[in-house]
């Protein structure tokens, strides 16, 4: 059985990462220039600062998410209390305490 030929992509020993915050440095890989949003010289994790990284907005869009769930849960909790009565009491009876009543 015969080997397949040329099958391995083409792998570069300077291959060059540059991240958003303008740093630059080489490694191996299978494509000619890498682009990152963050590296080790501007990651919060390194530098010790407190911010959040977003990327394409995901923490406006997850806060915004939260607001819509609170309020739904305030929709939701109204609703209930919509159907119980004065005293707290459901105003429409089951249909337990209906066959009870015949």
């Known amino acids: 059985m015969d080997m397949k ?15 958003a915050c303008g740093n630059m440095f080489t490694t191996r890989s299978t494509k000619k220039t890498i682009t990152v949003d963050v590296c080790s010289r501007c990651h919060p994790y390194f530098t010790g600062e407190h911010r959040f990284i977003d990327v394409k907005g995901r923490v406006e ?42």
């Open 5 to 19: 030929q040329d099958i391995h992509p083409t792998y570069f020993d300077d291959a060059q990462v540059v991240c």
């Open 61 to 102: 869009n997850f806060q915004s998410r939260q607001k819509i769930a609170a309020q739904m849960k305030e929709k939701l909790a109204s609703k209930k209390s919509g159907k119980l009565g004065k005293e707290g009491e459901r105003q429409t009876k089951s249909l337990k305490e209906l066959l009870g009543e015949a």
